[in-house]
T-cell receptor, first 111, second 110 residues
Framework: EAGVAQSPRYKIIEKRQSVAFWCNPI?????LYWYQQILGQGPKLLIQ????????DSQLPKDRFSAERLKGVDSTLKIQPAKLEDSAVYLC?????????FGPGTRLTVT | EDQVTQSPEALRLQEGESSSLNCSYT??????LFWYRQDPGKGPEFLFT???AGEEKEKERLKATLTKKESFLHITAPKPEDSATYLC???????????FGAGTQVVVTP
């Protein structure tokens, strides 16, 4: 069974630029999550989708972050404009029941 | 506010030296507790789910236990390949939202 796919794996941008991350979940998983993981910390949930509806986006900085999940499958997370403090690993996960399976993440560096 | 605290922050073990990691939590209603392993440059890998106090799960050299206030991950006779960061997380709602601790970085030397 294929795992969660993410791209790109690495991205370096300057502050105030925009960036987008892509996630393809495990086939059949209705729930999709985006997390931000800052070095030395555990993952922090940004947004959770159930099929293509948002369940929880309470910790998403909505002035600069946006996410969508079209047709209940793939998802994109966008940051515009980026700030230095957005430097982190962005993880996508999907689940069928409560067990979440993570992709490899995208390491974002904002300079 | 729900909180998950892991200790120690880092642990250095000799190969074969057993030890335990702690995950303490304060949540309004525990629906489940999860353990993950994370290797450098990779996403967390699911290890165990525990749902009720007294429950135990085992996988190779790892054993997870759960009480009403905390969970332990016991590593028995560790090998260098057990080196990783171990994360615990609590399930905080019926939609599957997890709140993670900061992790314990384990290094096992030969």
């Amino acid at each position: 069974e294929a795992g969660v796919a993410q791209s790109p794996r690495y991205k370096i941008i300057e502050k105030r630029q925009s960036v987008a991350f892509w996630c393809n979940p495990i086939s059949g998983h209705a729930t999709l999550y985006w997390y931000q993981q800052i070095l030395g910390q555990g993952p922090k949930l940004l947004i959770q989708f159930q099929n293509n509806g948002v369940v929880d986006d309470s910790q998403l900085p909505k002035d600069r972050f946006s996410a969508e999940r079209l047709k209940g499958v793939d998802s994109t997370l966008k940051i515009q404009p980026a700030k230095l403090e957005d430097s982190a690993v962005y993880l996508c996960a999907s689940s069928f029941n409560y067990e979440q399976y993570f992709g490899p993440g995208t390491r974002l560096t904002v300079t | 506010e729900d909180q998950v605290t892991q200790s120690p922050e880092a642990l250095r073990l000799q190969e074969g030296e057993s030890s335990s990691l702690n995950c303490s939590y304060t949540v309004s209603g525990l629906r489940g507790l999860f353990w993950y392993r994370q290797d450098p440059g990779k996403g967390p890998e699911f290890l165990f789910t525990l749902y009720s106090a007294g429950e135990e799960k085992e996988k190779e050299r790892l054993k997870a236990t759960l009480t009403k206030k905390e969970s332990f991950l016991h590593i028995t006779a560790p090998k260098p390949e057990d080196s990783a960061t171990y994360l615990c997380a609590v399930l905080t709602d019926s939609w599957g939202k997890l709140q993670f601790g900061a992790g314990t970085q384990v290094v096992v030397t030969p």
